[in-house]
Nanobody, 115 residues
Framework: VQLQAFGGGLVQAGGSLRLSCVVS????????MSWYRQGPGKQRELVAL???????NYADSVKGRFTISRDNAKNTVYLQMNDLKLEDTAVYYC??????????WGQGTQVTVSS
């Protein structure tokens, strides 16, 4: 299983980016798809997740600004990020978790928010 994340870049505060995570296999195999991030000098943290049934959950810091979604037909998970803040600067990682608990990680994509 391979997860390829892309869509990161440099954006000014208040701007938007959309991250994509393309999975090499049918994402129906995963009950949870997530985005994590790791900022400079920080631990990796959960940003958002979406379940196979479409349920979502977000970190408090991104609620109302970020939206996670999945396109099962394209085996892709998206993270729409609006009103970006300096503290959103991080490497963003895609994660896929199977029902047996096995997890897979993508390679990460850098998001840098400038003032």
């Amino acid at each position: 299983v391979q997860l390829q994340a892309f869509g990161g870049g440099l954006v000014q505060a208040g701007g938007s980016l959309r991250l994509s995570c393309v999975v090499s296999t049918n994402i129906f195999a995963f009950n949870v798809m997530s985005w994590y991030r790791q900022g400079p000098g920080k631990q990796r943290e959960l940003v958002a997740l979406v379940t196979s049934r479409g349920g979502t959950n977000y970190a408090d810091s991104v609620k109302g600004r970020f939206t996670i979604s999945r396109d099962n037909a394209k085996n892709t998970v998206y993270l729409q990020m609006n009103d970006l803040k300096l503290e959103d600067t991080a490497v963003y990682y895609c994660n896929a978790q199977r029902r047996d608990g096995t997890t897979f990680w993508g390679q990460g994509t850098q998001v840098t928010v400038s003032s």
